[in-house]
């Protein structure tokens, strides 16, 4: 049997609980749900570094940051290194970057391992973006989700059949700042979106850097965010309260109306895949470059190590392989994307690989030793919305997370030092991190447990700094 093909399409900034098979309350993803329900949803996919830049050199290194190099979103991924693309277009894959690419431009930051490619330059516009290619850039009339999906149909309708082919087809949206298109311009106009539970979030309890973070939806958001020139002010004689839910309602409408985009359009390279013939030989993968709070914690935005921002959607479809309507608690990372492409193509996973293939979890076969931990680490110190440089771990049931409060000479931090600080979440009693139980007595010899993992997987990861 010929080795599959591999569609992979990614969003940025979409959060998992902004899809209705991942149970929104928000919004409703009938075409996303269709790779759901033909395929496996994964519930404990996460990052490694929730932030754009650094995810996608994540995912085409199935390295940690400090190894790849992509630590930040001013750092470049070096196209003469490895990555999985060229190794799928050595072994006569047909490779394409269609979309968002972020990952620097020109010499040696240019897209690499790829046939083809086509990309918005850093974040790209929504509407008539500017798109650049080998051959210098165009601009292209109409929106940028609909723009991405053309090419990338077009590409697949003049690829040669004789070899598999690797798509990856990188969506801008729903990034800020969330320009809508006409279509969907009018969604949500007559209703509520409800908020979360934890949107008046009085920080209470919680680190200092939760406290001190410069993305809440009330307070951080400016004009160009809420749309006040297009789409008007809010109405005069406001309390706090309301305006503080009026700003919410004015940026998840915008918001979902990018996701209902999206949506659409992976609907059309569903129906291609069919109407082709190759839905059966086709692994098809949704995912978007890290989570997003939604209002949670009353932010916007992500980086945090909280889950809202660490959780990334990951549901996938492969009929030869994969039972319909599945689902699967194991914990999945970023840096596993790689060598699962690897392994369905039948090739080696290098040694300098920080992850591992997700074939047998979404085989529903887990192995015995599949990780029960994991490690994050967000490097960008104070620089955007105020976030502290922190990392930590993850477990089934909890998360321990160290603010170190040091730039440590991070390209793209502020070099301003602060106290450091530890958090600690039991998910189970509290799934919405609300409360620090790290000086809590009861939870001392699972602090002790914790924090000798947390080295160790900072070890095995050889991150020394
Ligand atoms: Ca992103």
Redesign the pocket.
């Known amino acids: 049997m010929r080795t599959p093909n591999i569609l992979f399409i990614m969003s940025?900034?979409h959060a998992a609980h902004a899809m209705s098979c991942y149970g929104s309350r928000i919004n409703q993803t009938p075409q996303l749900d269709r790779i759901a329900d033909n395929g496996m949803l994964l519930r404990n996919c996460f990052c490694v570094n929730s932030i754009?830049t650094p995810?996608r050199a994540n995912i085409l290194t199935g390295q940690h940051s400090h190894l790849n190099g992509v630590k930040t979103l001013s750092d470049k991924l070096d196209g003469r290194k490895p990555n999985v693309a060229k190794m799928l277009q050595g072994a006569g894959y047909q490779t394409a970057m269609i979309g968002k690419w972020h990952l620097g431009h020109g010499g040696n930051a240019d897209p690499s391992g790829f046939n083809y490619w086509n990309v918005l330059p850093g974040q790209g516009l929504y509407h008539n973006p500017v798109m650049l290619e080998p051959d210098g850039e165009k601009t292209h009339k109409g929106y940028a989700t609909d723009i991405i999906t053309d090419f990338s149909l077009e590409w697949l309708q003049n690829r040669d059949r004789e070899s598999p082919f690797f798509l990856m087809c990188h969506h801008k949206a729903p990034?800020r700042p969330w320009d809508s298109d006409e279509k969907h311009a009018h969604l949500f106009e007559d209703e509520d979106v409800p908020l979360p539970d934890t949107f008046f979030d009085d920080y209470a309890n919680r680190s200092n850097a939760a406290k001190e973070a410069k993305m809440r939806v009330a307070r951080d958001m400016n004009a160009r965010d809420l749309k006040f020139d297009t789409l008007g002010p809010p109405p005069d004689g406001l309390s706090e309260e309301e305006l503080a839910k009026w700003q919410y309602q004015r940026y998840m409408k915008e918001y979902l109306r990018c996701v209902a985009s999206i949506d659409d359009n992976v609907g059309r390279m569903l129906d291609y895949l069919d109407a082709d013939g190759v839905a059966e030989d086709t692994i098809v993968i949704y995912t978007s470059?890290?989570g997003f709070f939604l209002g949670d914690h009353g932010w916007y935005d992500?980086r945090f190590m909280y889950e809202e921002s660490l959780r990334m959607p990951f549901i996938v479809r492969y009929p030869r392989e994969i039972e319909p309507g599945s689902f699967c608690d194991a914990m999945a990372l970023n840096i596993d994307f790689a060598e699962t492409w690897l392994d369905y193509a039948g090739l080696p996973i290098p040694d300098d690989m920080q992850g591992r293939s997700l074939r047998p979890l979404l085989n529903g076969e887990p192995p015995d030793d599949w990780r029960t931990s994991m490690y994050y680490r967000y490097w960008m110190h104070l620089s955007h919305h105020y976030v502290g440089a922190h990392y930590g771990i993850r477990t089934p049931r909890y998360k321990l997370i160290y603010y170190y409060g040091e730039a440590l000479g991070t390209t793209g931090s502020v070099d301003e030092s602060k106290p450091p600080e530890w958090e600690l979440f039991d998910l189970e009693k509290d799934p919405h991190e609300m409360c620090n139980v790290y000086d809590d007595p009861g939870y001392a010899d699972i602090v002790t447990e914790l924090t000798a993992e947390l080295y160790r997987l900072k070890a095995e990861a050889k991150d020394e700094e």
């Open positions: 940025d900034d754009c995810s990034h470059d890290q992500k």
